[in-house]
């Protein structure tokens, strides 16, 4: 059982930046890993980290006036190779939602994988969301995951987000498609007697 997802109010880390594909979000020298654990501190390494391992003062998640676990993105987040790590990265580093106004698809999928609910927005509440977060670092952000809604606090603004509804149960409820299949264990059984 994984932890379980309904309502998560956070400040928020922007990263107003379009097409950031997943070598930007995991380089490619970091992918021999087989245990997800770990993966956190290498997100976004190049941003983050200078050649000899400095943190980089001007990027935002490097700026203690930002913190929180949702980062907000730029449109066509996870755009490029479909390497899964870079979802155990987001994850591993504590981050439980992204929002943006468009993923790339296998992304979104890596990401509902591992527990961070990927939030897409309409063009406009996204640059309405960066607009409020520059103008005060600490504006909070509510999403309600039963409802489907995401609410900018510092305007009242809501939206409504999609999800498929096999992905909303699992995030719900703590389960990975392992725990989705075991937790129907009887059913299975009860459809083969039924069926041989």
Request: with cysteine; hydrophobic share 35%.
């Amino acid at each position: 059982m994984k932890q379980k997802f309904e309502v998560i109010t956070s400040s928020c880390i922007p990263l107003p930046l379009e097409n950031v594909d997943t070598d930007q979000i995991i380089p490619a020298r970091y992918l021999k890993a087989t245990d997800k654990k770990g993966m956190g501190e290498n997100l976004f390494r190049d941003w983050r980290f200078d050649t000899e391992g400095n943190k980089k003062a001007e990027f935002v998640m490097n700026d203690p006036k930002y913190s929180g676990v949702i980062l907000v993105a730029g449109k066509n987040f996870g755009c490029g190779s479909s390497r899964e790590h870079a979802a155990w990265a987001i994850a591993d580093y504590g981050f439980r939602v992204v929002v943006s106004s468009f993923f790339a698809d296998i992304h979104k999928q890596n990401e509902l994988n591992n527990f961070v609910l990927p939030v897409v927005v309409t063009e406009p509440f996204l640059k309405e969301l960066f607009e409020s977060i520059a103008e005060n670092p600490q504006t909070q952000v509510k999403v309600d995951l039963p409802n489907q809604t995401i609410t900018n606090l510092s305007t009242g603004h809501s939206e409504h987000f999609d999800i498929n509804a096999y992905k909303k149960h699992c995030l719900m409820n703590g389960l990975d498609d392992i725990d989705f299949l075991v937790s129907n264990r009887d059913k299975v059984e009860a459809w083969e007697q039924n069926n041989q």
